[in-house]
T-cell receptor, first 114, second 112 residues
């Protein structure tokens, strides 16, 4: 009965480094979402997968951000050449079917770029 | 998806009902109202959703006005553990409806 897990929970990167954030969704969940949450603000949508297909990547802030879910389960959010403005909590969520169903969120990865 | 407006903060006494309002005046006919909450340092947690009828589950009740332009989330007996940021979201109920727009939510503080 595990929920959504994310790793690492905390990541400190020097400006210019590449980072990879992992999300393990609930087993059997078709849909997977990534959000970015800046301090004191609500989560901002980044991208959405249905199985291995990335159906919406309209929220990715720049071409430095890339997400994949090659086998329709685990997903990785990669940020290249990190900048200070990338510092945020990155949340992953999964849902049983389409995006209209309730989403189950992981604890997030707090990224700090120094 | 329609935009929502929520008050930035509210207080509630422990044991009393907490009534959290949400305005969604531009909601369209096929859009549902969803509520999530986020306790400090955790990911958001789904609470409830509805289309036009009032809904109740073990966590809360959702009251949607007849014109569907606003709704109220009710926590019937608030406890200190209900202190959180509450988000009202409006979203089309379709299979590939991915994006959810959270806004800044209402910070509910339950006081002893």
């Amino acid at each position: 009965g595990a929920g959504v897990s994310q790793s690492p929970r905390y990541k400190v990167a020097k400006r210019g480094q590449d980072v990879a954030l992992r999300c393990d969704p609930i087993s059997g969940h078709v849909s997977l979402f990534w959000y970015q949450q800046a301090l004191g603000q609500g989560p901002e949508f980044l991208t959405y997968f249905q199985n291995e297909a990335q159906l919406d990547k309209s929220g990715l802030p720049s071409d430095r951000f890339f997400a994949e879910r090659p086998e329709g389960s685990v997903s990785t959010l990669k940020i290249q050449r990190t900048q200070q403005e990338d510092s945020a909590v990155y949340l992953c969520a999964s849902s049983l079917a389409g995006g209209a169903y309730e989403q189950y969120f992981g604890p997030g990865t707090r990224l700090t770029v120094t | 998806d329609a935009k929502t407006t929520q008050p930035p903060s509210m207080d509630c006494a422990e044991g009393r009902a907490a009534n959290l309002p949400c305005n969604h005046s531009t909601i369209s006919g096929n859009e549902y109202v969803y509520w999530y909450r986020q306790i400090h340092s955790q990911g958001p947690q789904y609470i409830i959703h509805g289309l036009k009828n009032n809904e109740t589950n073990e966590m809360a009740s959702l009251i949607i006005t007849e014109d569907r332009k606003s709704s109220t989330l009710i926590l019937p007996h608030a406890t200190l553990r209900d202190t959180a940021v509450y988000y009202c979201i409006v979203k089309t109920f379709r299979a590939n409806a991915g994006k959810s727009t959270f806004g800044d939510g209402t910070t509910l503080t339950v006081k002893p």
